[in-house]
């Protein structure tokens, strides 16, 4: 079994189709698709390995929850900045908000107790060992009598 991505955004498609068009000679693809981090997922003999590209975060944003064996990523932030002038009655408000949530169905063979998470340089790195039985064994030679 391998691992498989799923995204549960319901409405992602639908919303792709409307802005990946090119609308008056102007694409906005990489607006749409922005707040959606990049991944790279990677198998080795002793545990699955994801990198999630997250520049910009702090290892508070992120929240990771594992459900029925489905890893899920998430991040919701929030940014509010008030300027005030009494002097010459100006008031500026910036709101910025941006959230993701990425879910991964992860194989039987994964040891969903030790999986560990770290946060460094712009990238979650998780990693997802594999159960012991599930490692190769070396060739083991056999006599014959």
Request: glycine content about 4%.
């Amino acid at each position: 079994m391998t691992l498989v991505r799923r995204n549960d955004d319901l409405f992602q498609n639908f919303w792709n189709d409307i802005f990946d068009g090119d609308i008056f000679g102007v694409s906005n693809t990489s607006r749409v698709k922005a707040n959606i981090p990049a991944v790279n997922i990677k198998e080795t003999e002793e545990n699955y390995s994801i990198e999630l590209a997250a520049p910009g975060m702090k290892k508070e944003d992120f929240e990771l929850n594992l459900d029925n064996g489905v890893l899920h990523i998430s991040s919701e932030n929030k940014v509010e900045n008030e300027t005030k002038d009494e002097k010459s009655n100006y008031t500026r408000r910036e709101f910025n908000y941006s959230s993701f949530k990425r879910s991964f169905t992860l194989p039987n063979t994964a040891d969903l107790g030790k999986i560990n998470a770290a946060y460094k340089s712009g990238l979650l790195q998780i990693e997802i060992p594999k159960k012991e039985e599930a490692k190769p064994r070396p060739i083991k030679l056999i006599e014959v009598s």
